[in-house]
């Protein structure tokens, strides 16, 4: 069996794929130890807050191991995949040994695919099967690695008198997972006082049910003549009827967009102001342009001209395209529309903008809708695409309903919720009619968006839709 330096054996840490973000899920690993990868080829597909994003391996050679199985949540900066490269990748298509030096940690901020860099504070892998713990403190992500993967020896078995030393740690951290966490919590133990008997350590119900159960410190050390009083029978652990509740985790897109709406609501001052319009117009104006041979192979629909009218009402009221600045109690206008466009995805809702949507053409902004509505549905979404929008519409017309209250996207002033289009009966030159009516919302930050603002750019968007000959003239 042929062993391999650290040289020849490179760790591929989880890159920061979205500018700030701290950690990502491992969704699916696209190759498996053994087999042989090139510089750019794709090695797994993450989800971060933000989007699920493929990862391409930096080098050639051949996979040594996996450091997390698919689910895991890993911090940025953290090893996720050892690759044996240069001499070394012909020793890796060997059994792969027990264990692996870990690799030197070189000085300064690692490349990243995106964004600013990752700490460059070292990180302790959990010890493999065969090699001796280290008596080091280990970083929560490697915790978490310990706790999900379930590797290591099996634990010896415990003697008829066990001392009681306390639970190792990681990070000051006993290593337990999360229910064992909450039943320790019920039950009032402390688990560092806890003697673990799981894989690697790892605190399990049954050692926090002992640890109920063993008598006090003074009481072990009482004559025999007079044993203690047994202790209470611990009462039963919380638990759920699995046919009447299913409980699913908060993490990824639902649980960055969970937070980045309680934090807009609660730090942005919402105003929501709504409108009903006739449509009837822009309706047929969208079945014309459906037969322009400008717009072969274009996606055409209401939203593309409620977007172009959006776009013209920004233009005529600039004000309204502007954020908040609390540290320096600024109020930023930007001369630019990056227009977001709200989409339901399976992993939750998300926020991709079309940058410098107010310099293109209709046509134009036709294409990047398509593509961006495409991308979206494909869960293909780079992080890069979700940042610096401005302004955003969603559209929860298609789900039927007439209109809503919106939250705003965090950073933007406004966001404009289009309603569902239906044939209503309508007053139309002094008479009543059949019309495609739509209902029009719009919040916007009270901080910097008046009553007056935000209802011009209502009114404006409401009079291109009923009028949207008015594109022509106004924009």
Same mark, same amino acid.
């Given at each position: 069996?042929?062993?391999?330096?650290?040289?020849?054996?490179?760790?591929? %840490?989880?890159?920061?794929?979205?500018?700030?973000?701290?950690?990502?899920?491992?969704?699916?690993?696209?190759?498996?130890?053994?087999?042989? *990868?090139?510089?750019?080829?794709?090695?797994?597909? =993450?989800?971060?807050? %933000?989007?699920?994003?493929?990862?391409?391996?930096?080098?050639?050679? *051949?996979?040594?191991?996996?450091?997390?199985?698919?689910?895991?949540? *890993? +911090?940025?900066?953290?090893?996720?995949?050892?690759?044996?490269?240069?001499?070394?990748?012909?020793?890796?298509?060997?059994?792969?040994?027990?264990?692996?030096?870990?690799?030197? %940690?070189?000085?300064?901020?690692?490349?990243?695919?995106?964004?600013? /860099?990752?700490?460059?504070?070292?990180?302790?892998?959990?010890?493999?099967?065969?090699?001796?713990?280290?008596?080091?403190?280990?970083?929560?992500?490697? &915790?978490?690695?310990?706790? !999900?993967?379930?590797?290591?020896?099996?634990?010896?078995?415990?003697?008829?008198?066990?001392?009681?030393?306390?639970?190792?740690?990681?990070?000051?951290?006993?290593?337990?997972?999360?229910?064992?966490?909450?039943?320790? $919590?019920?039950?009032?133990?402390?688990?560092?006082?806890?003697?673990?008997?799981?894989?690697?350590?790892?605190?399990?119900?049954?050692?926090?049910?002992?640890?109920?159960?063993?008598?006090?410190?003074?009481?072990?050390?009482?004559?025999?003549?007079?044993?203690?009083?047994?202790?209470?029978?611990?009462?039963?652990?919380?638990?759920?009827?699995?046919?009447?509740?299913?409980?699913?985790?908060?993490?990824? =897109?639902?649980?960055? @967009?969970?937070?980045?709406?309680?934090?807009?609501?609660?730090?942005?001052?919402?105003? @929501?102001?709504?409108?009903?319009?006739?449509?009837?117009? @822009?309706?047929?104006?969208?079945?014309?342009?459906?037969?322009?041979?400008?717009?072969?192979?274009?996606?055409?629909?209401?939203?593309? !001209?409620?977007? $172009?009218?959006?776009?013209?009402?920004?233009?005529?009221?600039?004000?309204?395209?502007?954020?908040?600045?609390?540290?320096?109690?600024?109020?930023? =206008? %930007?001369?630019? =529309?990056?227009?977001?466009?709200?989409?339901?995805?399976?992993?939750?809702?998300?926020?991709p903008n079309i940058k410098d949507a107010h310099a293109q053409t209709l046509p134009q902004l036709a294409?990047?809708?398509?593509?961006?509505?495409?991308? &979206?549905?494909?869960?293909?979404?780079?992080?890069?695409?979700?940042?610096?929008?401005?302004?955003?519409?969603?559209?929860?017309?298609?789900?039927?309903?007439?209109?809503?209250?919106?939250?705003?996207?965090?950073?933007?002033?406004?966001?404009?919720?289009?309603?569902?289009?239906?044939?209503?009966?309508?007053?139309?030159?002094? $008479?009543?009619?059949?019309?495609?009516? @739509?209902?029009?919302?719009?919040?916007?930050?009270?901080?910097?968006?008046?009553?007056?603002? /935000?209802?011009?750019?209502?009114? +404006?968007?409401?009079?291109?839709?009923?009028?949207?000959?008015?594109?022509?003239?106004?924009?």
């Amino acid at each position: 069996m042929t062993t391999m330096t650290d040289s020849s054996v490179r760790e591929f %840490k989880m890159p920061d794929v979205g500018e700030g973000l701290t950690e990502a899920e491992i969704l699916k690993w696209y190759v498996q130890p053994g087999d042989t *990868v090139t510089d750019g080829q794709v090695v797994c597909e =993450v989800e971060t807050a %933000k989007a699920a994003v493929e990862l391409p391996i930096p080098y050639d050679g *051949v996979v040594r191991e996996l450091h997390f199985p698919e689910g895991t949540t *890993v +911090d940025v900066g953290t090893s996720i995949i050892a690759v044996a490269v240069g001499d070394g990748a012909a020793a890796a298509a060997e059994p792969v040994q027990e264990a692996v030096a870990e690799e030197p %940690k070189p000085e300064g901020r690692q490349p990243v695919l995106v964004g600013y /860099g990752v700490s460059t504070s070292s990180t302790k892998r959990r010890p493999r099967k065969g090699a001796e713990a280290p008596a080091a403190v280990q970083t929560p992500a490697a &915790a978490i690695q310990a706790e !999900l993967n379930g590797h290591g020896p099996a634990a010896p078995a415990a003697p008829a008198a066990p001392a009681a030393p306390a639970a190792p740690v990681t990070g000051d951290r006993p290593l337990a997972k999360p229910p064992v966490r909450k039943l320790a $919590k019920d039950l009032g133990v402390d688990l560092a006082t806890v003697v673990p008997s799981g894989p690697d350590g790892i605190i399990t119900r049954e050692d926090v049910h002992a640890a109920v159960a063993a008598p006090e410190p003074d009481q072990a050390a009482a004559p025999r003549s007079e044993p203690a009083a047994p202790a209470p029978s611990p009462s039963a652990p919380a638990s759920y009827d699995t046919t009447r509740e299913t409980r699913i985790p908060v993490k990824g =897109v639902r649980k960055a @967009t969970a937070a980045a709406m309680v934090g807009s609501a609660f730090t942005a001052p919402h105003v @929501t102001e709504f409108v009903t319009v006739d449509v009837t117009r @822009t309706m047929k104006l969208v079945e014309e342009l459906k037969q322009d041979k400008e717009y072969t192979g274009l996606r055409v629909n209401p939203l593309l !001209l409620i977007a $172009k009218a959006l776009l013209v009402a920004i233009r005529r009221n600039p004000d309204i395209n502007a954020s908040w600045d609390e540290a320096a109690q600024e109020i930023v =206008v %930007k001369h630019y =529309v990056n227009l977001g466009i709200a989409a339901a995805t399976p992993r939750g809702l998300i926020v991709p903008n079309i940058k410098d949507a107010h310099a293109q053409t209709l046509p134009q902004l036709a294409g990047s809708l398509g593509e961006l509505v495409s991308t &979206a549905r494909e869960g293909k979404t780079s992080p890069a695409a979700m940042q610096g929008g401005t302004v955003t519409i969603t559209n929860v017309g298609v789900f039927g309903v007439d209109t809503g209250t919106p939250i705003l996207n965090p950073g933007e002033s406004a966001i404009l919720a289009v309603g569902a289009i239906k044939l209503q009966p309508w007053v139309h030159k002094g $008479k009543v009619k059949p019309r495609q009516v @739509t209902t029009l919302a719009l919040s916007f930050d009270h901080r910097l968006v008046d009553g007056e603002l /935000g209802s011009k750019v209502l009114a +404006d968007v409401a009079a291109v839709l009923e009028q949207p000959k008015r594109l022509i003239s106004w924009a």
